[in-house]
C-alpha cells in the first residue's frame, strides 16, 4: 500500500521569500511521484513530476522538488514566492498506470 | 494543448435521486479515473477504468456507483441514489501509457440537498 504525509496543513509566507513544502511517501513498489496545485475554486493542475533520472526535478512558476528515496521524501521548493502563488498544493504517489494516492494538501498563504 | 473536459460545472440534486457526471478524456489516452475531493478534504481515489473494464476501485466506490464509456469519448460516473455525503467536487483524469501525468478535468461540483 502507499501513502503521503503532507507534514504541514498551512504555510504562510511573506512575498518574495523562499518556501519549502514537506511531502514524505511510503511505498512497497516503485514510486512515481508528482505535486499538483489547486487554485481557489479550479482544478488540480500538474507542477512538476518525478519518473526517474535526476532526483532534482523542475516544474513550472519556478518550482522544484528533490526526490530523497533515503529519506522518502519529495519536497517542494521555491526560492520567492509570489502572492499568485497561493494556493493548496497536493502531493501525490503512484506505481504506474495505477491512481494517485494524495497527501491532505498544505495551503500555502503568500503574504503582501 | 488537449485537456479533460468535464459537464455540467455544477449539479444541485435532491436525496434519493440519480446524478451523470460526464467527461470528455483527452482523445488518446487509455486510462481513466475518477477522484472526488470533499469541501476542505483530500483528494480520493474513486475508481479506474481501463479496456473498457473496471481496472480498480475505493472502497467508497460500492454499489450506488457505476462507470461507464457509452461511446469512444464519453467517461461517466453515475451515482443511482444520491446521499447528502455524496457532496464533494469530483474530478475526471486520464493519462496514456507512456506518459504517467494524469491530466484532471476541472471538477464536478456535486451537491445533494
Known amino acids: 500500500a502507499q501513502s503521503v504525509t503532507q507534514l504541514d496543513s498551512q504555510v504562510p509566507v511573506f512575498e518574495e521569500a523562499p518556501v519549502e513544502l514537506r511531502c514524505n511517501y511510503s511505498?512497497?513498489?516503485?514510486?512515481?511521484l508528482f505535486w499538483y496545485v489547486q487554485y481557489p475554486n479550479q482544478g488540480l493542475q500538474l507542477l512538476l513530476k518525478?519518473?526517474?533520472?535526476?532526483?532534482l526535478v523542475k516544474g513550472i512558476n519556478g518550482f522544484e522538488a528533490e526526490f530523497n528515496k533515503s529519506q522518502t521524501s519529495f519536497h517542494l521548493r521555491k526560492p520567492s514566492v509570489h502572492i499568485s502563488d497561493t494556493a493548496e498544493y497536493f502531493c501525490a504517489v503512484s506505481g504506474g498506470n495505477t491512481p494517485l494516492v494524495f497527501g491532505k494538501g498544505t495551503r500555502l498563504s503568500v503574504i503582501a | 494543448e488537449p485537456e479533460v473536459t468535464q459537464t455540467p460545472s455544477h449539479q444541485v440534486t435532491q436525496m434519493g435521486q440519480e446524478v451523470i457526471l460526464r467527461c470528455v478524456p483527452i482523445?488518446?489516452?487509455?486510462?481513466f479515473y475518477w477522484y472526488r475531493q470533499i469541501l476542505g478534504q483530500k483528494v480520493e481515489f474513486l475508481v479506474s477504468?481501463?479496456?473498457?473494464?473496471?481496472?480498480?476501485k475505493s472502497e467508497i466506490f460500492d454499489d450506488q456507483f457505476s462507470v461507464e464509456r457509452p461511446d469512444g469519448s464519453n467517461f461517466t460516473l453515475k451515482i443511482r441514489s444520491t446521499k447528502l455525503e455524496d457532496s464533494a467536487m469530483y474530478f475526471c483524469a486520464s493519462n496514456n501509457r507512456e506518459s504517467l501525468e494524469q491530466y484532471f478535468g476541472p471538477g464536478t461540483r456535486l451537491t445533494v440537498t
Open positions: 518525478y519518473l526517474s533520472g535526476s532526483t
Open positions: 477504468f481501463y479496456n473498457n473494464e473496471i481496472s480498480e
Open positions: 482523445s488518446n489516452h487509455l486510462y
Open positions: 511505498s512497497s513498489v516503485s514510486v512515481y
